[in-house]
């Protein structure tokens, strides 16, 4: 399991977050009717983007889906041939409370995170001076939702490949390993149609720029978090002159091999970790320890328990035990909200001293979109593979996964093993990146506000200040803290700096420190 994503359980479990419905914009229960076509004047394509002049001249026919507004943007399969088929990607507007300024475009990560169910969160993702002076824009990228979704295996299937040992230990199961991610990739090549050699970030960056066009806007007003601060910069490296205010948030540098970036990840789990054993001791009460270590080896013990034994009662009948793939998954989802922590305590005694596993199958459920008895949601742990795969390549060789998880190890105890495996199927995928991971500087952009989080587990803080170094026009915002991302998460300190940037333009100061 890739975990180069932000969860929308996380905000949407606390929200409440009604989705669209999957075959038309618009609210469940509530008629669609007309509203506009989008008078905007025509924009050409950029000169990297010749031939799709008919995408940057078409008129959003804008409906109405409760008190938002709904449309589908038209973009070329493949940009290599913009003759050839189409698909329609969803977008949702959620109009600006007063005054509007125009469009901000959001994403809340994956890849295959919705930016439509984001949108439609936006009186929490964004500070209210914010939401009362934007229009908030969110689009499901191409394969993702509503937007030509890419399905590659059966709920059934998916569970099976989650639940699946995610750390081997001897040959025998390194050889599993390979053919349970090269089956995987097979099952994609098979069953997700013709756009899945062209669901790349670099298609999703072009999407982003008809959809400014098709807005209206000269420049792009931008939040990316998570994936999305790779989409957001990949964009910026395409065009640079149509960035306008831009907020990255939880950097995923574009130059990252897939080794690096599990690497990465790994540390940063573990960082993560041993802040929630911390926390866990401070409570005085805590199953697996009385100090961090102890916490860090029970929780090692622990997975190395399930894997030996896998927990019967899982409280969900479709799932008949809960190994170490589903409890690693669990345990991963608490380390994105510190609010999880508390949550993520008490499944642990449960299952220590009552062999109850249902409250952490409960966990893994809420990371992977699933629903009690075996239903997905959406399709983000399907499609996470697929943009993955074709932005970074890896090896098929077990040689090289073992050695880059003994060392992983090294660094990262509980999650080194966990996280180098993970990216496996890139190695069987059937289409291969156009070009390798590379630095973008995006000469000659807008301001980039760069946001990173001391102790982020998925998108350690070092990659933030990577980055920030990188681009050529770009400032840093330091927040000391916890969990997954920082803007309008808990401090007032990086909210105020980011919403003024955005309202008035107003640069944060130099090397913010919150």
Not at 27 to 42: C, E, I, M, N, W
Not at 85 to 91: E, F, M, P
Not at 218 to 228: A, P
Not at 260 to 281: D, H, I, M, P, Y
């Amino acid at each position: 399991m890739q975990v180069t994503r932000s969860p929308r359980t996380v905000l949407a479990a606390a929200l409440g977050v009604l989705a669209l419905t999957a075959t038309a914009c618009t609210l469940p229960g509530q008629s669609s009717t007309k509203t506009s076509t989008a008078s905007v004047a025509p924009q050409p394509p950029p000169s990297n983007m010749a031939g799709a002049d008919t995408f940057y001249s078409q008129h959003l026919v804008w409906k109405s889906c409760g008190n938002n507004e709904c449309t589908k943007l038209l973009v070329p399969v493949d940009y290599a041939k913009p003759d050839g088929d189409t698909i329609q990607l969803a977008v949702v507007k959620v109009p600006a409370k007063g005054r509007s300024k125009g469009a901000l475009v959001v994403n809340p990560g994956g890849p295959g995170g919705s930016g439509v169910d984001y949108a439609l969160a936006a009186d929490f993702i964004v500070g209210a001076p914010v939401r009362k002076a934007y229009d908030i824009v969110g689009f499901d990228p191409r394969g993702v939702g509503r937007s030509a979704p890419i399905t590659c295996v059966k709920d059934s299937e998916l569970d099976a490949f989650l639940a699946f040992d995610p750390t081997p230990d001897d040959p025998a199961e390194e050889q599993a390993f390979s053919d349970n991610a090269k089956s995987f990739a097979s099952s994609c090549a098979q069953n997700a149609g013709p756009l899945l050699p062209h669901v790349s970030t670099v298609d999703a960056a072009k999407d982003m720029d008809v959809l400014r066009a098709a807005l209206g806007e000269t420049k792009l007003n931008y939040l990316g978090k998570s994936y999305g601060t790779f989409l957001g910069s990949t964009y910026a490296g395409l065009f640079p002159k149509n960035v306008g205010r831009f907020v990255l948030d939880g950097v995923v540098p574009p130059e990252l091999t897939n080794e690096q970036l599990n690497l990465g990840q790994a540390e940063g789990f573990e960082r993560a970790t041993r802040a929630w054993a911390q926390s866990c001791v401070d409570t005085g009460d805590c199953v697996l320890g009385s100090s961090v270590d102890e916490v860090m080896q029970g929780l090692r013990d622990l997975f190395t328990t399930i894997d030996q034994s896998p927990v019967s009662d899982t409280g969900d009948s479709s799932v008949p035990r809960l190994t170490e793939g589903w409890a690693s998954t669990g345990v991963a989802y608490a380390m994105y909200d510190e609010s999880l922590w508390p949550k993520l305590d008490d499944a642990l005694r449960a299952l220590v001293e009552n062999k109850d596993g249902s409250e952490l199958m409960s966990m893994a459920d809420s990371y992977a979109d699933r629903d009690k008895g075996g239903g997905y949601s959406d399709n983000i742990m399907q499609v996470i593979y697929a943009v993955n795969c074709l932005d970074r390549p890896d090896t098929a060789s077990l040689a090289d996964h073992e050695r880059q998880a003994t060392e992983a190890e090294k660094v990262a105890p509980t999650w080194g093993a966990f996280l180098m495996w993970s990216s496996m199927p890139c190695a069987f995928w059937p289409d291969k990146p156009a070009a390798p991971p590379a630095k973008i500087s995006a000469e000659g952009s807008g301001l980039i506000v760069v946001v990173g989080t001391t102790r982020d587990p998925a998108t350690p803080y070092e990659w933030s200040v990577m980055l920030n170094k990188e681009l050529a026009n770009s400032t840093l915002i330091t927040f000391d803290g916890d969990g997954h991302t920082a803007y309008t998460r808990s401090n007032s300190c990086v909210d105020n700096a980011i919403d003024a940037y955005y309202v008035k333009g107003t640069p944060p100061p130099a090397d913010l420190k919150c």
